[in-house]
């Protein structure tokens, strides 16, 4: 956390103070005036305390919900732009970069690993199956899984 950060909380636990005290003492105000009771500075000690307190604590938890707000908006705005994506081989080309040089394109795999928490396992689909290897007979082999075995999940 930088000064900046620092002082930002700190702002904003005193306004958040300040707010929460004078809520509740005008609350309080507004009783002692409905029931006829004298208004005195002694009578505002535990609403301004109370107050504050309470108002401190709940501008915080806000300013927490609206940072993490402002990080999960750029997070999905990251995730739902327009992605160009090669047509054959499926490489993704990085933003703003050349798309007539290879370096600008990345495997999809690498591509979304870096921009969440994503991780991949490899498999292979039927169709690359019959594509790669031919038709294997799968009903008299033991090994369900095709030429490869299976190792679980990870």
Known sequence: MDNHDSANNLLILLASFVAGAAFLCLLSTIQKITIGAPLCAKGYIVPLAFGGISGAIIGRQFYKVVQLNARLTDHVTKLERIIPICSNCKRIRKPDSDPTKMASWEQLEFYLSKRTSSRF??????????????????????????????????
């Open 121 to 154: 396992s490899h498999g292979i689909c039927p169709d690359c199956m019959k594509e790669l290897y031919g038709d294997v007979d799968d009903e008299n082999d033991e090994n369900v899984d095709g030429p490869f075995p299976s190792i679980g999940p990870l």
